[in-house]
């Protein structure tokens, strides 16, 4: 009867505090689905984030002017996918994959990572890192100011690239003919009808940017880019002048 009852008390006790750990992540993970949801009527912009120390690829999606969610493509040392889900403008949630960097400069196997915040803060921290790491206090504080730097920095980033605005702004369809470099670089083109067309590349989203990396693996190949036409700043031509400048490219199937 004693040990019915001991073994009986031992299991309420675990389901209660299971449903105690579910209960503290309930709002992040109605977040979550609400977010994933709905995010096809959000307004979807893309965005490059570049720093002398890091590099990424911005894909963000806003609800009215407030940004929900943003997933960052970072590379090099610190290469990882990281999907950040935001509330009030500020992360709520953040899932982080990455191979870690070995010794002898090989790849790991994949870490997850789950990031819960309250208040601005980190208060739950799930990983599939084996062994698995013991986290203190200064590792929550770190890693809560490096993942909320980021999240501002790149929610200003995709602002920009939403304020930057694409009012007026046209689509050529064509095959990519390369770069042309001098003081500013030139996207080429030869545009359907059989004209050469070329761009200035000023402030281009991330689609061009991965273009510029490696632009002869690129030529020969079809197209669609939406450009327009404005005034910019150009010191080398002695001021302001107005310039066709690429904003995005989509490649097409041949």
Known sequence: MKTTLLLSCIIGL????SAAAQEDTAHHRQ????VNANEASFKKVTAAFRTEASKADLTGWFEGNEARKIIAVTSGEDAAVTEYYLEGGEPLFVFNTFRQLK??????????????????????????????PVFHGEDYQA?????????????AALNKARSSGRAGAKVTVGVFAGIEEGDYFHWNMQ?????????????????????????????????????????????EAGGKMQVEQILSVQWLKE
């Open 14 to 17: 675990g389901l209660a505090v």
């Open 143 to 155: 890693t809560t100011e490096k993942h909320a730097t980021n999240c501002a920095a790149f929610v």
């Open 191 to 235: 545009a359907a009808g059989g004209e050469e067309v070329s761009y200035f590349i000023l402030h281009p989203d991330a689609s061009v940017d991965k273009v510029l990396e490696d632009p002869a693996a690129y030529v020969g190949r079809r197209c669609r880019v939406t450009w327009k036409k404005g005034m910019e700043d150009i010191p």
């Open 103 to 132: 010794e002898d400069g090989s790849r790991g196997p994949k870490v997850e990572e789950r990031l819960y915040f309250k208040e601005g803060a980190i208060f739950k921290w799930l990983t599939t890192e084996k062994p698995a």
């Open 31 to 34: 977040v979550y689905q609400e």
